[in-house]
C-alpha cells in the first residue's frame, strides 16, 4: 500500500525552529503536489503550504516569509522548515500527497499521513 509517513514535530520555544519530514512509500509512480496541512485543537484543518512537482509553492499568509516547503522528488519526499516559530503555529501537521501507483493496475489518489505534533510554548 501507498503511505506517507511524517516526522520531525515536538515542543520548541516561540521564536525557534523546527523541520518537518515525509516521505512516500510504496509502488508510486508519480507525485504531483505535496503539502503540508495544520489542524489545531477545536479548529477546521488548513493548508500550510503546497509544493508541485516542478517546485512551485503555495503559502497560507499566517505563514508566508516563516516557512519554506521544499521537496526531493528522488527520495518521494517534502519537508517543511519553520522559522520565528509563534503559539499559534501549535498544532497537528499532516503532510499530503497526490500520487498515481500501481497496485494490479494503475490508480491515483490523495494520501494523508498520521500527523506530527508542533507545539509552540515557553
Known amino acids: 500500500q501507498v503511505q506517507v509517513v511524517e516526522s520531525g514535530g515536538g515542543l520548541v520555544q516561540p521564536g525557534g525552529s523546527l523541520r518537518l519530514s515525509c516521505a512516500a512509500s510504496?509502488?508510486?509512480?508519480?507525485?504531483?503536489?505535496m503539502g503540508w496541512y495544520r489542524q489545531a485543537p477545536g479548529k477546521q484543518r488548513e493548508l500550510v503550504a503546497t509544493?508541485?512537482?516542478?517546485?512551485?509553492?503555495n503559502y497560507a499568509d499566517s505563514v508566508k516569509g516563516r516557512f519554506t516547503i521544499s521537496r526531493d522528488n528522488a527520495k518521494k519526499a517534502v519537508y517543511l522548515q519553520m522559522n520565528s516559530l509563534k503559539p499559534e503555529d501549535t498544532a497537528v501537521y499532516y503532510c499530503?500527497?497526490?500520487?498515481?501507483?500501481?497496485?494490479?493496475?494503475?490508480?491515483?489518489?490523495?494520501?494523508w499521513g498520521q500527523g506530527t505534533q508542533v507545539t509552540v510554548s515557553s
Open positions: 509544493i508541485t512537482s516542478g517546485g512551485g509553492t
Open positions: 510504496g509502488i508510486i509512480l508519480s507525485i504531483n503536489t
Open positions: 499530503n500527497a497526490d500520487v498515481t501507483y500501481y497496485s494490479g493496475g494503475r490508480y491515483s489518489k490523495m494520501i
